[in-house]
């Protein structure tokens, strides 16, 4: 997808390396603490996917990743299979999946895991798996320098739907709106240096908003020069 006549340009990403076996399974929350059932052939949490340097935008030093997503907060990038992290009590949608090392979802059923939970004292004590419609959102966030500004990968995740009978992602960025008609990663380029925000609503054929939780979701994230001096 491509769009003309805007200031900011959204393209497909490049396909990338598939993980067709990798498998997130078995969520645990108990005292504080997350642990999951991570395996696959080729997949390894900690691991640099091999085309990462083809993909010219921001990639973890640290390798592959877990993407854990409470409600609509900004996910955790977790490179283990056993981690602390502080949920407050209460009823939570929870989106657990395998990430790439440049960030990009492995978007197959046996790559994520999608719980409603009820924490209490710092430990699960009820879940059910969520059964409704839901988009999360993933990338981008945080803060990006240099060359990582150049192309800035949007990801998101669904969950019990899929973008057909004319369902659609409206990708708002920065108050320029753009149609996402296919769930795969996109490039944006064009955008200006500070703050940015993106705002990601799941949208029925005849453009409404789907009435499903968390949707929609915003995220401001910045972009910054490199700040290494430059050699004249």
Known sequence: MKKTNNKYTVTAFTPSQ???DAKISDMQYKEGA???DVSGDLYALGNQTPDAPQKMCANSGKGQHIHLIVDNLPYAAKYEANFEHDVADGTHHTLAFLSRSYHESIKTRDAHLAEKIEVKGKSITSRETITEPMIFYSRPKGTYIGDDTKKVMLDFYLVNTSLSDGKYISADINGEVHKI???????????????????????????SVIDTPNN????TFTLKEDPSPTTK
């Open 34 to 36: 997350f642990s999951f």
């Open 181 to 207: 008609e296919k769930w795969q990663p996109y490039y944006i380029e064009g955008m200006p240096m500070g703050e940015n925000t993106i705002t990601l609503s799941y949208m029925d054929k005849d453009g």
């Open 216 to 219: 929609p979701v915003s995220r």
């Open 18 to 20: 598939k993980y067709p």
